[in-house]
């Protein structure tokens, strides 16, 4: 068995015999009182989010999750078609383990999903995508002294504001975890 001083973020646990994953913990020592770890759970079946106070010390049971990357193919209603490049295997997951980085994800994408035996438990997509501007207005020429942003639509749908001299055609790489512009890609 595991103890408090062993759980780090995104590790996942058995907390009140649901499958949590760690989303943030800090170790606490006020004044003259006892030690303790505050930690922000999500519960991975339903999404929510907790707080829960441990001891220090106290023991937790840690779950062995297997990480494995797979390509994205296509979505079917709620669903993602996921592929093993590896054994060409196929298993739909739902869309909203990605949450809002979901509209970022282009077909032949790979993504790191989570495992606990055969059962997916999480979705990651990449940290950066690049996508092509398919639509935004014309800057204006020489508006450039202020950090001004425009909303622009990417080939994969989604609205992203973007700087006033990024125009159609062009490339920009997007922060999937913000859904910010980062930069332009040449």
Known sequence: MANTGDLFKGCFIKFNNELCQVMEYQHRTPGNLRAFYQVVLRNVKTGKQMEHRFRAGESVEMVRVEFKEMQYLYKDGENLVLMDPV??????????MLGDAEKFLKEEMIVKVSFEGDEPLGVEPPMF????????????RGDTATNTLKPATVETGAQVMIPLFVNVGEKIKIDTRTGEYSERVK
């Open 87 to 96: 054994s060409f295997d196929q298993i739909y997951v739902n869309g909203s």
């Open 129 to 140: 995508v690049v996508l092509e501007v398919t639509y935004t207005e014309p800057g204006v």
